[in-house]
Nanobody, 124 residues
Framework: QLQLVESGGGLVQPGGSLRLSCAAS????????MGWFRQTPGKEREGVSY????????DYADSVKGRFIISRDNARNTVYLQMNSLSAEDTGVYYC?????????????????WGQGTQVTVST
């Protein structure tokens, strides 16, 4: 069974940091590019970050560049998202997803396996 399970979300104060993890099972992560997305009520799911199979190419949404870092540990079948200098605008449900086309993209339609999401709330 193909599965992605996110963890690490929670409540954090503005300016704080969180590290999200995404554990994959049912497939070998090293064969797939991966991405992180987020969604807030009333808005479309937004691509946050992308990482290729080997981890040496990444991409970020302009809104998170310089603050978020995506990484992966293929031996552990896990992808990470380090989020720093968080603000209220970063609040949302964060999802990791498997890229089905092996191309650099942050379009949700290019991803075929999704986790259940983890809530990130940035608030005082």
């Amino acid at each position: 069974q193909l599965q992605l399970v996110e963890s690490g979300g929670g409540l954090v104060q503005p300016g704080g940091s969180l590290r999200l993890s995404c554990a994959a099972s049912g497939f070998d992560l090293r064969h797939y590019d991966m991405g992180w997305f987020r969604q807030t009520p009333g808005k479309e799911r937004e691509g946050v970050s992308y990482i290729n199979r080997s981890g040496d190419r990444t991409d970020y949404a302009d809104s998170v560049k310089g603050r978020f870092i995506i990484s992966r540990d293929n031996a552990r079948n896990t992808v990470y998202l380090q989020m720093n200098s968080l603000s209220a605008e970063d609040t949302g449900v964060y999802y990791c997803a498997r890229n089905q086309f092996l191309k650099q993209t942050m379009k949700a339609g290019d991803y075929d396996v999704w986790g259940q999401g983890t809530q990130v709330t940035v608030s005082t």
